[in-house]
């Protein structure tokens, strides 16, 4: 004899998860605040617009980590220390140290291996954002390129939507008169 559920049985539990969906999604966000953290907030993750907002860029090579526990508000994580080889924007030392929370927003490094790192200030610490750019350099040669020319648009004075501002076409159209 061959025992046959009935569709209702297979079908119901479905329609429970995907109609309560949503309030566990907001419950766990409650619950657990740790996870909401990692999640990626901003609306534009460019190279220019990553660029623009960072306090330096970089690539260099991870020379050491260290496991450093939770102090205060901080998570526990790695400190990253990286010896700077290019320095694209910013004023930085050639030796840094790069905090990595240990949570879903962390940024594994591995040792003797050169990345391209966007860094951010926060809290004290310089930090990379997860969901931006960075990644180990031989896998971002377009990344780098965009970078190096956005150094180079920046150190040539070129401002690539000059003709489009005001000032700008007012001067074009007092030549023309």
């Known amino acids: 004899m061959r025992f046959v559920a009935a569709p209702d049985t297979v079908v119901r539990p479905l329609k429970l998860v995907t109609r309560f969906a949503p309030y566990i999604g ?21 190279v220019k617009a990553e660029y623009d907002r960072s306090a330096g860029v970089l690539t260099g090579q991870v020379a050491s980590q260290q496991t450093v526990s939770a102090v205060g508000h901080l998570f526990d994580g790695v400190v990253y220390t990286v010896q700077v080889e290019t320095l694209y924007r910013g004023s930085l030392d050639r030796v840094i140290q790069i905090f990595s929370e240990n949570s879903s927003g962390r940024f594994p490094m591995q040792r003797r ?4 790192l966007f860094v951010y200030s926060d809290a004290g610490h310089l ?22 020319a956005l150094v180079r648009r920046e150190r040539s004075g070129q401002h690539p939507n000059f003709g489009m501002q005001p000032t700008a076409l007012r001067a074009a159209a007092d030549a023309e008169r």
């Open 26 to 46: 907001l419950l766990a966000t409650v619950l657990l605040p740790e996870a909401a953290i990692g999640a990626c907030l901003l609306n534009d993750y460019s």
């Open 113 to 116: 291996v050169r990345y391209v």
């Open 127 to 148: 930090v990379v954002d997860n969901c931006g750019n960075s990644e180990r350099d031989s896998e971002k040669a377009t990344v780098l390129r965009a970078v190096e």
